[in-house]
Nanobody, 124 residues
Framework: QVHLVESGGGLVQAGGSLRLSCVAS????????MGWFRQAPGKEREFVTA????????YYADSVKGRFTASRDNAKSTGYLQMNSLKPEDTAVYYC?????????????????WGQGTQVTVSS
């Protein structure tokens, strides 16, 4: 089992940047793929990005492509989500997730472990 804790959320103006972190503890972090999802009030949880075990493969939702960058440092058991050019529509609770498998990474139900979430609010 792996325990995930996100941090780095906050309030930022449109066009600004934030960097989210997801620290993992428990099992060996490099054995897990990582996903980032977000959920806005009244909406379903949606895929943001997924990154493979060693970080060689990264996939992004079209809505964040070119603005967000996912990375990971397995030596530090930490994943990152660099968010630039933020828009009001990026406002949501952001969650990191982990699973052994890298199958159908778009579907949040395929991730076994989840962090508690961190709020990101982008003002216009």
């Amino acid at each position: 089992q792996v325990h995930l804790v996100e941090s780095g959320g906050g309030l930022v103006q449109a066009g600004g940047s934030l960097r989210l972190s997801c620290v993992a503890s428990g099992r060996t972090f490099s054995r897990y793929v990582m996903g980032w999802f977000r959920q806005a009030p009244g909406k379903e949880r949606e895929f943001v990005t997924a990154i493979s075990w060693g970080g060689e493969e990264v996939y992004y939702a079209d809505s964040v492509k070119g603005r967000f960058t996912a990375s990971r440092d397995n030596a530090k058991s930490t994943g990152y989500l660099q968010m630039n050019s933020l828009k009001p529509e990026d406002t949501a609770v952001y969650y990191c997730a982990a699973d052994h498998k890298f199958e159908d990474y778009l579907d949040y139900s395929n991730y076994e472990f989840w962090g508690q979430g961190t709020q990101v609010t982008v003002s216009s």
